[in-house]
């Protein structure tokens, strides 16, 4: 009699299991990426005679890079430091790009009423640094939130040197 409990209660169990599959990709499904990959094949040249290639996926620079910087009117000292060290990196390092329409540079005060319209745009707080990568009719919107764990005078050389890098990579195309 047990047996057939044990049976009439795992039979339901078992029949629905299969119908509660997980919802992930097959293995054999390509996963979408935005880091190259690298592509390793090997061509049989005859039949005891095999090259190895590797194919690496030259960058894509984008088209157009926009930066917006997110600040308040009076910003505290910390906060003004991130705001002028974004200022001279990008006035310092990337004037070439700034003449040739390769990258802009918006700085927004958000505590203003006059932008409410791009806080909102953003769905941002006070203080953000967002970068825009264009490339044809694509275009990839995210923050740069490691320079907030470079704030105060101590880091200042560190934050120049971190947003004067990611610019380099994103603006040729090397970033991930």
């Known amino acids: 009699m047990r047996r057939f409990w ?15 599959g997980c919802n992930a990709p ?20 005859d039949n ?4 190895s290639l590797t194919i690496t996926p030259l960058p894509i620079p984008p088209d157009k890079v926009e930066l917006v910087y997110f600040h308040l009117k009076a910003p505290c000292h910390c906060m003004a430091l ?6 001279y990196v990008v006035d310092t390092y990337f004037k070439d790009e700034q003449a040739n329409g390769k ?23 006070v203080f953000a640094l967002f970068v825009t990568e264009r490339r044809g009719s694509m275009e990839k ?8 764990l470079m704030t105060g005078d101590e880091n200042k050389d560190k934050l120049v040197n971190y947003i004067r890098a990611k610019l380099t990579d994103i603006l040729a195309g090397t970033s991930i």
């Open 6 to 20: 044990i049976f009439v209660l795992l039979t339901p169990l078992v029949a629905i299991l299969p119908l509660a």
């Open 26 to 45: 097959p293995a054999s499904a390509p996963v979408k990426s935005d880091v190259p990959v690298t592509d390793t094949s090997t061509l049989l040249v």
């Open 48 to 51: 005891s005679t095999s090259v």
């Open 82 to 87: 991130v705001g002028d060290s974004i200022v």
């Open 103 to 125: 990258l802009t540079f918006t700085s927004v005060v958000s505590d203003d009423p006059a932008n409410i319209d791009l806080v909102k745009k953003y769905d941002t707080l």
């Open 141 to 148: 919107t995210y923050t740069l939130d490691d320079i907030w």
